[in-house]
C-alpha cells in the first residue's frame, strides 16, 4: 500500500516536529541511563555466578584482530558530562577499561555507551556468539542494597523464557545473561541485553515524517504480538508503553557495529588514582552512542523495552502507571486495572504515528486552575462522551474531579463528542482509510477496559494485515 501522508499532518505542524526532535534526541542518547537506573538487586541466593575481571588483549599498535579499535587517549579529555568520578570508590562503579573480559572473558567491552545514577552501560562482544551486545554494570551499592525492585530482573527473565516459540517473544526486550563480577569497588550484578537501535521516532526522522503506511502497519502489528506475548504468556502488564519505548533491531550489526568502532575509537582518559577508598585507579571513558542505522528494509523489526516500571498480572507493584498522557482511564480514575491499560496506551501511540502529534495533553489547560487530570478527562469526553457510571463508581478518585454523570464537577462548558477522532483521520488519509482504522481504533479507546479488545484480536485485524 503506498502512503499517501507525504504531504501529511507533519508538515502542517512544523512545531510539533521540531519540538519532538529536541525532545526525543537526548532521550535516546540517555535511555539507557534512565532504564538502567530502576534495575536492582535480586536475592544474591539466585543462581548468577561469581567472576572476578579477566583483562582481554589490550589493544596494541602491532595488528591486533581488526575488531579490536585503537583507544584514543586525550589528556585533556573534558568528562564534566560523564559520570561522577567521586563514585570510583568503595560501593560505587566499576572500574571498567576498554577490552576487559567478563564473565570469564566472554564478554569484551568495546565502548562506552551509556551511564546512570547506578551503573554503566557498555557495547561488549559476546565472543561465544561474535555478537554486540549491551552490558550494564550496576554499582556496588545497588547491587547490595537489596532495594524492593527484585521485580525488573523477575520480570526480564519470565519475558526472556516464557514462551520462546510464541510470535510475540521476539518482540519483547529478554535479558540474555546475567551474573555478578567482582572488583575493587565491590560486588556488582552484570546484565546482558541484545544491543538494539534508535527508538521508532527514528524512523520518523528517516521517513522524513512520511512513514510508509505498510511499515506503520507492520510496526503495530509487531506492537500487538509482543504485548499478546506480555499480557498472555508472561501475565505482564507493560504499564508504559510509548513511543520511545519501541526500538528498531539492528539489521546485519556485526558488520556495521565493527565498521563504526574503527571509525570511531573509544576515548579515554589517562589513569587517574581515586581520591577515596579504596584508592583504586580509574579511566574516565566517554560515552559514544551507535549512530543511527537506517533501516534498510520494508519491514524494519521491532521491540518492546523497559520493564522497569512493569507489573504483574494480578499481583500489582505500583499504582501509578503509565505516563499521564497515554493514560488510561481506570488507571487515572483508580479503579480496578489490568492488561487493558495497555490497549489504551497503545491506542495513542498508533494515533501519533498516523498524525504526527498527540492525542491528549494534559498540559493544555485553557484554565491554569484546573488540574491535568481535569484536562484529561476533559479532552476525553470531547473525544467519546461523558465516563460511564460503572467506572465512574469503580474509581476510588472519580469524587474529585466527576459527577455522577460522567462530566466533569469543576470544568464547565465541554461539550461531549465536540472532536472526533474520525475526522481528525479523515482529513489527512481520506474518508476510506478511516473507516478502517477507525474500526481498529474504536476496540481500543473504549472507557470500560473490559470492552477493549485483547492485543491477540487487534493483531489479526484487517486494518493491519490488508
Ligand atoms: C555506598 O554505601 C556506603 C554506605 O551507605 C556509603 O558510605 C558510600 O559512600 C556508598 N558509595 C557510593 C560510591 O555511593
Known sequence: MSNPR?????????????????????FIITRFQSDISRVLPWSPSSPATTTSSVPVAQPSSTGSPTT????????????????????????????VNIGDGFKDGRYVVR???????????????????????????LTGNSTEGGIDEVDEINLLLRASTADVSHPGHKHVIGLRDHFYHVGPHGKHICLVFDMLGRDIYALLQHYDEAVPMNIIKS??????????????????????????NVLLTLEDPYPRISADLATNPPQVSPKQTSEFPPYSTFSVIKTQPLPVFV??????QIKIVDLGVANWVGNHLRNEIQSLALRSPEALLRAPWETPVDIWSVA???????????LFNP???????????????AQMIEYFGPVPQSLVKSGKYSTDWLADDGMLLHVAGIEPHA????????????????????????????????????????????????
Open 6 to 26: 507525504a504531504a501529511g499532518p507533519f508538515l502542517t505542524r512544523p512545531f510539533v516536529l521540531v519540538a519532538l526532535l529536541a525532545i526525543a534526541i537526548p
Open 68 to 95: 579490536q579499535p585503537d583507544v584514543r587517549v586525550l589528556p585533556d579529555f573534558d568528562y564534566s558530562r560523564e559520570e561522577d568520578i567521586t563514585r570510583y570508590s568503595l560501593g560505587g562503579y566499576h572500574p
Open 111 to 137: 565502548r562506552k555507551i551509556g551511564y546512570g545514577e547506578f551503573s554503566t552501560v557498555w557495547l561488549a562482544e559476546d565472543i561465544q556468539v561474535n555478537e554486540f551486545v549491551a552490558l550494564k554494570i
Open 219 to 244: 510496526i503495530i502489528r509487531q506492537i500487538f504480538l509482543g504485548l499478546d506475548y506480555l499480557h498472555t504468556a508472561c501475565g505482564i502488564v507493560h504499564t508504559d508503553l510509548k513511543l520511545d
Open 295 to 300: 533501516p534498510s528494509s520494508d519491514d524494519p
Open 348 to 358: 495513542c501511540v498508533i494515533y501519533y504515528l498516523m498524525m504526527g502529534t498527540e
Open 363 to 377: 498540559w493544555a489547560q485553557e484554565d491554569p486552575s484546573w488540574s491535568t487530570e481535569e484536562e484529561l478527562l
Open 419 to 466: 472532536n472526533s477522532l474520525h475526522a481528525n483521520i479523515a482529513e489527512f488519509y481520506g474518508e476510506e482509510e478511516a473507516d478502517d482504522l477507525m474500526d481498529l481504533l474504536g476496540r481500543m479507546f473504549r472507557y470500560e477496559p473490559e470492552t477493549r479488545a485483547t492485543a491477540a484480536e487487534l493483531a489479526k485485524h484487517p486494518w493491519l494485515n490488508n
